[in-house]
């Protein structure tokens, strides 16, 4: 009970004196004080709601309560360390505090329409914040991945060109008769194959066909050349070799990737450019059948600063032989370049064939 109620309480045993129903003793006095009292504070209370008693905040902190009395409720004050800090008129209080770390004492009294004081009190800790976690280290951003670069149905391609004997060793040498043509609708997988087929009266020739594209400024970080292949019957064993290339010249240098199915001794090979020699590779060649698609596909890379060519897989129809073949780059003259070609030889008796390539396609990245 407050001070103030047990004042009230006084007040109105004093009035019960003197009116004219006399109390005959002390005891009765008591009684009449006791019941004053309690129906002075009857239903009168003040909830808090937060902070809870003894609680630790942080600040600011929310402090919740309620206030009820039998009278209506006129005001309601928050104390904070016997200081008033906030005052409303009503009997519900909802207000932010903000406070110095260590023990405070919060008083929430109220008054009502009687002049009634109830009140609750409480000790809260005020703590410091948790410090809040450090920002995460931005993630760097990642390099960009490289897109590749597609050269799609270059069989279709116009700019074919020829250049005599130069798919040979050396260079020169006896002249075959070969010819291309685009266009061809049978046999095909795109709806336009190119035919390529070479004749002549000289063992051994060759015909060699190449075409330029846009020069890279870098080095092949990876490098595919592919396509299909179709030998019709009765040709399958005519062939003295097929093959097919890739070159670049970057830097000074000439990066030459070459690769030839050569049907004596059944053999995959690679060109060494800088010493004008065929090299096996370790790959069998299994001849092709006639009259059926056969997909090929070899993968490269080479390196401006090593100067150094790879032929990092050979692929026959999904079944793919990875390789480490390492070539030095040839010194050569400035300027750049970049060509693929197909050249087809003839055997040692000289007999016509033909071969048709449909879907043939480059894509590196540099």
């Known amino acids: ?113 009687s002049g009634n004081v109830i009140k609750a009190s409480r000790t809260i800790t005020v703590t410091k914040p948790s410090s809040p976690p450090p920002d995460p280290s931005p993630t760097p951003t990642p390099a960009p991945t490289p897109r590749p670069i597609v050269l799609n149905e270059i069989q279709q391609a116009t ?49 060699y066909w190449f075409i330029g594209h846009q020069a890279p400024t870098r080095a092949f970080k990876s490098l595919r050349y592919e396509f299909d292949l179709y030998i019709p019957a009765g040709m399958e064993n005519l062939p003295q070799a097929i093959e097919f290339e890739i070159q670049q010249k970057l830097g000074g240098r000439v990066y030459n990737f070459a690769w030839q199915a050569v049907y004596p001794g059944n053999r995959w090979r690679v060109f060494n450019y800088t010493t004008r020699v065929w090299e096996d590779s370790g790959v069998a060649f299994q001849r092709f059948t006639a009259g059926t698609w056969h997909h090929i596909a070899a993968d490269f890379h080479d390196d401006s600063t090593t100067h150094i060519a790879y032929h990092d897989a050979l692929t026959i129809d999904g079944v793919r032989h990875a390789l480490h073949i390492t070539h030095t780059g040839t010194p050569s003259s400035s300027g750049t370049k970049f060509t693929n070609a197909f050249q087809l030889d003839l055997n040692g008796s000289a007999a016509d064939y033909k071969v048709y390539v449909d879907n043939m396609k480059i894509t590196y990245t540099d």
Not at 6 to 27: D, F, G, H, P, Q
Request: charged share 10%; net charge positive.
């Open 1 to 113: 009970m407050s001070l103030d109620q047990k004042i009230a309480c006084v007040v109105r045993t004093t009035l019960v004196n003197r009116s004219k129903r006399y109390l005959t003793n002390a005891r009765s006095a008591a009684v009449l004080f006791s019941i004053c009292c309690l129906a002075a504070i009857a239903g009168a209370q003040v909830t808090v709601t937060a902070p809870a008693a003894n609680a630790s905040v942080t600040s600011p902190f929310q402090v919740t309560a309620s206030a009820k009395s039998t009278h209506p409720i006129t005001t309601f004050r928050i104390y904070l360390d016997n200081a008033s800090v906030y005052s409303v008129s009503g009997s519900t209080i909802n207000k932010s505090l903000t406070a110095s770390t260590g023990s405070h004492f919060l008083v929430l009294q109220a008054w009502d329409s």
């Open 159 to 207: 700019g074919w060109q020829t250049c005599g004997a130069c798919g040979d060793s050396g260079g020169d040498g006896a002249l075959a008769s070969y010819s291309m043509i685009r266009g061809i609708t049978f046999p095909t997988l795109s709806g336009s194959s190119a035919e390529f087929k070479i004749g002549g009266t000289q063992p051994f020739a060759n015909g």
